[in-house]
């Protein structure tokens, strides 16, 4: 069975940039990484990547950033006072921060430039501007709802509530 969109899947995967470098792997939690193809929870670039795969292939991809973390964008560097950060710890250059927003969510920022008044705040992801490379070997597929029967599903839901 070849993996689909709404299809569950578990992936054992490498990141690593084009040098070689690796930023991330699931062999660092101990666990496949688990998630819904096509549900928006990893990047476009790595979704689309495994459509098509089976259990236990392996391939490698090439992400280029715009499917990746995007364009490094200056306009999210931020000034904000010194004395709006928390008083427990000095901030220092390349500190990492996560700043909440006013619905709760969480967002890294990483400390660039510090002075007697004000901190210099990166928002954009780290790696935001770089085409990286993943190694990646499905190793779980759960069948989900098919695109082409989600209607179907939906008028199957509709038939129960009516029916109550």
């Not at 010194?82 to 969510?105: F, H, N, V, W, Y």
Request: a negative charge.
């Amino acid at each position: 069975m070849a993996v689909k969109k709404g299809d569950s899947v578990k992936v054992e995967y490498e990141g690593r940039f084009e040098n070689g470098e690796v930023f991330d792997s699931s062999s660092k939690s101990g666990k496949p990484l688990e998630f819904e193809v096509g549900s928006g929870k990893v990047i476009p670039g790595f979704d689309n990547g495994i459509v098509g795969m089976e259990v236990n292939e392996e391939k490698e991809i090439k992400i280029e950033k715009k499917d990746a973390y995007g364009d490094y964008k200056e306009e999210l560097k931020k000034e904000v006072p010194r004395d709006a950060l928390p008083k427990d710890q000095e901030p220092k250059k390349g500190m990492m921060l996560i700043m909440s927003t006013p619905e709760g969510q969480q967002i890294p920022a990483r400390i660039v430039d510090v002075d007697d008044n004000k901190v210099v705040l990166d928002l954009n992801h780290p790696l935001a501007g770089k085409d990286i490379v993943f190694k990646i070997k499905v190793v779980e597929i759960s069948e989900g709802k098919d695109v082409s029967s989600s209607k179907e599903s939906e008028d199957e839901k509709k038939m129960e509530i009516n029916s109550k």
